[in-house]
C-alpha cells in the first residue's frame, strides 16, 4: 500500500438536514439510544436480533466465537436463507403480493408473488439436485436482470449449493476464471439481454469461457432473446425450460449451519487476481435483513427499487436477501436509464409508484449532467426515502439528488459498505440521524467504526484510515482458496482491526466522511478495479513492456481508468496502437475497465528499488504540481513525462 497523505479540507459543511417530522414519526427505528444500547455489548444485541428477525430450525448454542481474524456467528444454529426469503412469506397472506415487479428494457413486464417466486424457485432446486448438484457444491451464474437471476440464487441456498455470479458485463477470461477458481460444476446464463436496444450475446461469452472450463458439467440456458440463434452443446447445454418442465414443486429447503457457506462472490484486490470473498448464512443474512429494515425503512406496502445489478454485492444484498428475507416487493429493471429516452427511470418510478430508490452517485451525476427536465417530466411524488451507494456522494449530487427526486422530503441514506462487509457500515438512519450532503455519518449500531492513523490510533477529529474493531455477523469469513490472504489483505495493516482500504475523517461532531481508497484499487462508477489486473492484462499485450495504471478524477464516474505504457523497443505508439490496447484491457477484463487514456511513455518513474510510483502519475494526470520526488532514480523521466502529458491534454 502506497501511504497517501491524507488531508480533508471540507469538514466545514454546516447544512444539517434532521428526519422530517412525519418521516421520523413512523420510522421503523426511532429510538436514538440504539447505538448506546448495541454497543454495551454488540453480541448480544446482535443474537437478540437474530432471534427476533430470522426463522431458526435450531437456535444457536454460542453467539460469536473470535479467533482473530477468524469469526463464527450463530454457532450450532441451523437455518435456511431461502426458507427465510420464501417460505415463511408463503405461509401467510403475503403469498399473493408481488415479490418482484420486472420490466424488461424493451418494455415487457412480469410479475411473480411469493408464491410465484416459492413454486419456481422449488422447480429449479429440484432441477439441480437432479442433475447432481449437492450441498456444498458451487454453482456459476451468469445472467442479466431477469427473474431468473433471482431464482436462480434462491434454488441454490434452498439446496444448500454455493452460488457464485459473474456479473454479466465480465468477459470471457474473467468469468473462466471466476468458475475455474470456485470449481463451478454447473452454469447458469442465457441466450442474451437487451442493452439499448440492441442484443447482449451472453451465451457467445460463455461458450467462449468454457472452452477452458473442464469442471463444469451441465449448462442451463434462459431463453430471453425471442428470435435466437444460439449454439447448444448436446449433452451439456441445456435450456431452462426443459429443466423445469416435470421438476417438482416441492424442493424442501435444506436445514444449513449458520456458518455454512451461502455464496462466494469475486471482487477485485491490490493483485492481478480476483479475490472470492466466502459469505456464510446465518450472519449474512441478519445483517442484511437488520440493515434493510432499519435504513431502506421497509414497510409492507413500500415498492422498493435498487438500481444495482444482481452481479455486484448490493444485488445480492439489497434486491434479493434484505427486502426478500423482508417480505418487500421489489421492482427489478433491465436495462440502462436512457433507453429509450433519458427519462426510463424517472418513468419507472412513476409507473410503479416506487417508494424506495437506492442508486450510485455516477448515476445521479449522469442525471444531473441530463438536466431537470427528465424527471421534471415525471410525477415523483411516492418516493418517501433515497439511498446512495458505491462511492463517496459529492454534496453537489447530494443536493442535486435531494432536490429534484426526492422533491425535498425524501431523507438521504448515504451507505457506506463493501463487498467483504455484506451489509452497510456506514450509514445514517433516516428517522434518527440529521444528515449532513456528503457524509455517510455514523457506523451501525453494533458495529465498532474508527477512523485511526498510520499506527492504528484513534483520530477524533481529522483524517486517517477506516478500520472495524472486531467482528460483525456479515462480515466475509475467507477468501476462498486462500485464507492466508485474507488474513494480510484485511487484518494485517492494523494489527486486532479489519481495514477497509479506504480513507475517511471525522468532523467535530463526529460524522464521518469518506475519502476514497488509499491502496492500489480504483472505484471507476462505483465499481472496483484493481489497477494490478488492468496492468497484467496490458503486459499480455504483445506490444507493451510496462504499464502503470492509475485513478484519475473524473466528473461522471468518480474516477477514471489512466495508462502509462511502455512500449517494446522498435514499436511505434500510434493512435491505432492505443484503440487496440483500450479493446484489449476490455476483452480481458470486461467493458467496465476500458481504458478512458493510454498515454505512451519510454519511461515510468520509478523508485530505485524499482517500484512505480503511481502517486507522481496521479499527480501528472490530475494536473497538480508534482508532490515529493526525492525517493525517484531518475528526476529527468518525471519532468518530460509531465511535460508531455500536459502537452497530449492540450492538443
Ligand atoms: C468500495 C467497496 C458496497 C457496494 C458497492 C461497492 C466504495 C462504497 C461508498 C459510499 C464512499 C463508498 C469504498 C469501498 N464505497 N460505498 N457510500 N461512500 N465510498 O462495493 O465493489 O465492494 O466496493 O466502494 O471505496 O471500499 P465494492
Known amino acids: 500500500m502506497e501511504a497517501k497523505a491524507i488531508a480533508f479540507e471540507s469538514l466545514r459543511e454546516e447544512r444539517l438536514f434532521p428526519p422530517p417530522p412525519a418521516f421520523a414519526e413512523q420510522a421503523n427505528l426511532r429510538d436514538p439510544e440504539i447505538y448506546k444500547k448495541a454497543a454495551q455489548d454488540p453480541a448480544a444485541f446482535w443474537a437478540k436480533l437474530a432471534e427476533e428477525e430470522l426463522v431458526w430450525y435450531r437456535k444457536w448454542d454460542k453467539v460469536l466465537e473470535w479467533e482473530p481474524p477468524f469469526a463464527k456467528w450463530f454457532i ?160 451439456r447445454d441445456l435450456w431452462w425450460q426443459e429443466v423445469m418442465e416435470g421438476a417438482s414443486a416441492d424442493c424442501p429447503a435444506e436445514e444449513m449451519d449458520a456458518e455454512d457457506m451461502l455464496f462466494i462472490l469475486y471482487t477485485s484486490g491490490t493483485t492481478g487476481k480476483p479475490k472470492g470473498v466466502v459469505h456464510t448464512t446465518g450472519g449474512y443474512l441478519l445483517g442484511t435483513h437488520v440493515t434493510t429494515k432499519w435504513v431502506f425503512d421497509l414497510k409492507e406496502e413500500d415498492l422498493y427499487w435498487c438500481t444495482a445489478d444482481i452481479g455486484w454485492i448490493t444485488g445480492h444484498s439489497y434486491v434479493v436477501y434484505g427486502p426478500l428475507s423482508l417480505g418487500a416487493s421489489v421492482l427489478m429493471y433491465e436495462g440502462t436509464p436512457d ?44 418516493l418517501r426515502l433515497l439511498g446512495s451507494v458505491g462511492e463517496p456522494i459529492n454534496p453537489e449530487a447530494w443536493m442535486w439528488y435531494y432536490k429534484y427526486i426526492g422533491g425535498e422530503r425524501c431523507p438521504i441514506a448515504d451507505t457506506w459498505w463493501q463487498t467483504e462487509t455484506g451489509m452497510h457500515i456506514v450509514t445514517p438512519l433516516p428517522g434518527i440521524t440529521a444528515l449532513k450532503p456528503g457524509s455517510a455519518t455514523f457506523g451501525f449500531p453494533g458495529v465498532e467504526v474508527d477512523v485511526v492513523d498510520d499506527v492504528g490510533n484513534s483520530i477524533k477529529e481529522g483524517g486517517g484510515y477506516l478500520v472495524i474493531r472486531g467482528p460483525w455477523p456479515s462480515m466475509l469469513r475467507t477468501i476462498y482458496g486462500d485464507p492466508q490472504r485474507y488474513v494480510d489483505q484485511y487484518w494485517s495493516r492494523f494489527p486486532g482491526m479489519y481495514f477497509t482500504g479506504d480513507g475517511a475523517a471525522r468532523d467535530k461532531d463526529g460524522y464521518l466522511w469518506l475519502l476514497g481508497r488509499v491502496d492500489d484499487v480504483i472505484n471507476v462508477s462505483g465499481h472496483r478495479i484493481s489497477t494490478m489486473e488492468v496492468e497484467s492484462a496490458l503486459v499480455e499485450h504483445p506490444a507493451v513492456a510496462e504499464a502503470a495504471a492509475i485513478g484519475k478524477a473524473h466528473e461522471v464516474k468518480g474516477q477514471a481508468l489512466a495508462v502509462f505504457v511502455t512500449l517494446k523497443e522498435g514499436i511505434k505508439g500510434t493512435p491505432e496502437l492505443v484503440q487496440e490496447l483500450k479493446a484489449h484491457v476490455a476483452a480481458k477484463i470486461g467493458a467496465l475497465a476500458r481504458p478512458d487514456d493510454i498515454f505512451f511513455t519510454a519511461e515510468l518513474p520509478k523508485t530505485r528499488s524499482g517500484k512505480i510510483m503511481r502517486r507522481l502519475l496521479r499527480d501528472i494526470a490530475e494536473g497538480r504540481a508534482l508532490g515529493d520526488t526525492t525517493t525517484l532514480a531518475d528526476p529527468g523521466v518525471i519532468a518530460e513525462l509531465k511535460e508531455r502529458y500536459a502537452e497530449e491534454e492540450r492538443g
Open 76 to 235: 450450532g444454529g441451523k437455518l435456511n436463507a431461502c426458507y427465510n426469503c420464501l417460505d415463511r412469506h408463503v405461509q401467510t397472506w403475503r403469498r399473493n403480493k408481488a415479490a418482484i415487479i420486472w420490466e424488461g428494457e424493451p418494455g415487457d413486464t412480469r410479475v411473480l408473488t411469493y408464491q410465484d417466486l416459492f413454486r419456481e424457485v422449488n422447480k429449479l432446486a429440484s432441477a439441480l439436485k437432479k442433475l447432481g448438484v449437492v450441498k456444498g457444491d458451487r454453482v456459476a451464474i451468469y445472467l442479466p436482470m431477469i427473474p431468473e437471476a433471482v431464482i436462480a440464487m434462491l434454488a441454490c441456498a434452498r439446496i444448500g449449493a454455493v452460488h457464485s455470479i459473474v456479473f454479466g458485463g465480465f468477459s470471457a477470461e474473467a468469468l473462466r476464471d471466476r468458475i475455474n477458481d470456485a470449481q463451478a460444476k454447473i452454469l447458469i446464463t442465457a441466450d442474451g439481454y437487451y442493452r439499448r436496444g440492441a442484443v447482449v450475446e451472453a451465451k457467445k461469452n460463455a461458450d467462449q469461457a468454457l472452452k477452458e472450463c473442464p469442471g463444469v458439467e451441465k449448462v442451463i440456458v434462459v431463453n430471453r432473446i425471442l428470435k435466437t440463434q444460439i449454439s447448444m452443446e448436446p449433452g
Open 339 to 382: 433507453y429509450p429516452d433519458r427519462d426510463r427511470w424517472w418513468d419507472l418510478v412513476e409507473k410503479y409508484r416506487v417508494t424506495v430508490l437506492y442508486t450510485a452517485p455516477t448515476a445521479i451525476r449522469t442525471c444531473m449532467r441530463w438536466g431537470t427536465d427528465y424527471p421534471a417530466r415525471h410525477d415523483l411524488s411516492s
